[in-house]
């Protein structure tokens, strides 16, 4: 049992800091109509916090308890930014948290039917790979942008600083933050993101009482982003967290949108979080000597349960899909093997909600650098894609590429997917695709093209 309980502390600590990181993305977004989480224009930052770390404790103590497994569970990053960046700019928070609750539920009917699987099996593995570090690469530009490391500027469309300098206090603490986090991370220190954010935090309160650098804005470009540090006035408080549960709208984005951008971008949830989760589940299952001669787990069924309320869960508290965690990796690595471990990490994430309020003075320059560094991270897996094959690579290469410069994960995947079709068909190995590949690059096209057809049909 100790050994249990040892792997579910290392879990929690290693990956707390989605508490953090999770309403420093979706909290201070704005959706179609400028409001925030919860209604209003000023972000809910504390309650949801709380929020998150209220989802993915029971949603961590389910896993432990019916899946049986050291498998943790929380808001996924990368489908909260992609919830953030490409769903609610175009509907309203209820309305793009009520697809990720739809979401849930066709992963749900996926796995009862045996269909997850089969939709595995049938997008080729390197173009998986390439969604993952497309993602991170993304993440780390939103790193790298809040932080005011990387802006906009006048003669190029983005550049280093403010004026090509990095002159700023701020812009200081985030480099030493991210140092920080980088040689922790290095030397493989347990829960060196959430140390290198807690650090960092410090550091800027420090720097703020020193040099007084004020807020950011039009007058002060060199001020902090999002939050002032300071020395918390409150530690504790109490969030009912219940009131971010009627804030979902399942069925409101048809009314709002194109039927085909509404099952695009579903399709899109439903892409990144299925395969983020196939894959963590037999990276960590293997790792703790849980993978059967077949490539299976035990209770595979079960966990994939599980895992798609994730999503419903995540869109109906209002805090964005929560996936399993490679994270819990670090668990396995004190010895975990069982679901007490979960139990225990879900019970650590039940306490946090009541620390919440410190997220409030964090701002982006020391958050930011755990977002590159988790960016890095998510990019390592580049090297399972073969640049040689350039039937693979292009593809590939246009799916890590177009998430970032277009600022949108669903233009990378789309990218991708078409053009793996194309060079299939063009190269005569038409017969090799797998009929939800045309589907799916189908679907692609027309979303690319619904500006032009909008046009032409004068609407």
Do not use: C
Not at 307 to 334: H, Q
Not at 387 to 399: G, N, R, S, V
Request: overall charge negative; hydrophobic content about 55%; cysteine-free.
């Amino acid at each position: 049992m100790s050994r249990e309980i040892r792997g579910g502390l290392a879990t929690f600590f290693t990956m707390a800091y989605i508490v953090v990181l999770n309403p420093i993305i979706i909290a201070n977004g704005t959706d179609v109509e400028g409001q925030v989480i919860g209604d209003g224009t000023t972000p809910n930052t504390a309650l949801v916090a709380a929020g998150t770390a209220f989802v993915a404790g029971v949603l961590t103590i389910l896993m432990g308890v019916i899946g049986k497994v050291p498998f943790a569970m929380a808001a996924g990053l990368g489908l909260n930014a992609f919830v953030t960046f490409n769903i609610a700019t175009q509907m309203t928070w209820e309305e793009a948290m009520g697809l990720v609750f739809l979401e849930g539920i066709i992963i749900g009917l996926l796995v009862l039917t045996g269909l997850r699987v089969a939709v595995f099996k049938a997008i080729p593995g390197q173009l998986k790979t390439a969604i993952s570090v497309g993602i991170g690469l993304f993440i780390a530009l939103i790193g790298f942008v809040d932080a005011g490391f990387v802006r906009r500027a006048a003669g190029t469309p983005l550049e280093m600083g403010i004026a090509g300098s990095l002159t700023s206090w701020p812009i200081f603490v985030f480099i030493v933050g991210l140092l920080t986090t980088a040689v922790l991370v290095a030397r493989k220190v347990r829960g060196a993101i959430l140390i290198g954010i807690v650090g960092t935090t410090v550091l800027a309160i420090v720097v703020e009482l020193i040099t007084e650098s004020g807020a950011f804005g039009p007058d002060n470009p060199g001020g902090w982003q999002l939050n002032v540090p300071s020395v918390p006035e409150q530690v504790f408080g109490l969030h009912n967290v219940f009131t971010l549960f009627t804030e979902f709208d399942p069925f409101g984005a048809f009314s709002r949108v194109s039927v085909l951008l509404v099952v695009l971008l579903v399709f899109t949830l439903l892409i990144t979080d299925f395969f983020d989760t196939m894959g963590t589940m037999v990276g960590v299952g293997r790792q703790a000597g849980l993978v059967q001669e077949d490539g299976t787990l035990p209770r595979t069924r079960e966990i994939l349960l599980v895992d798609s309320l994730g999503a419903v869960a995540g869109g109906a508290g209002s805090v964005s899909s929560n996936t399993t965690y490679i994270e819990s990796a670090a668990g396995v690595g004190e010895g975990a093997r069982t679901g007490l471990a979960s139990v225990v990490t879900g019970l650590l994430f039940l306490v946090a909600i009541f620390f919440a309020p410190l997220v409030t003075v964090i701002p982006y320059e020391a958050a930011a650098p755990a977002l590159v560094i988790v960016g890095f991270l998510m990019m390592t897996a580049i090297r399972e894609i073969d640049w040689t094959e350039y039937e693979i690579a292009i593809p590939a290469f246009l799916t890590i590429v177009i998430m970032p410069f277009t600022y949108s994960i669903s233009n990378g995947i789309g990218a991708g997917f078409i053009s793996y079709v194309l060079i299939k068909v063009v190269r005569g190995k038409a017969k090799e695709l797998h009929p939800l590949m045309w589907a799916v690059a189908g679907l692609f096209v027309v979303y690319f093209a619904l500006g032009p057809i909008k046009v032409l049909l004068g609407l």
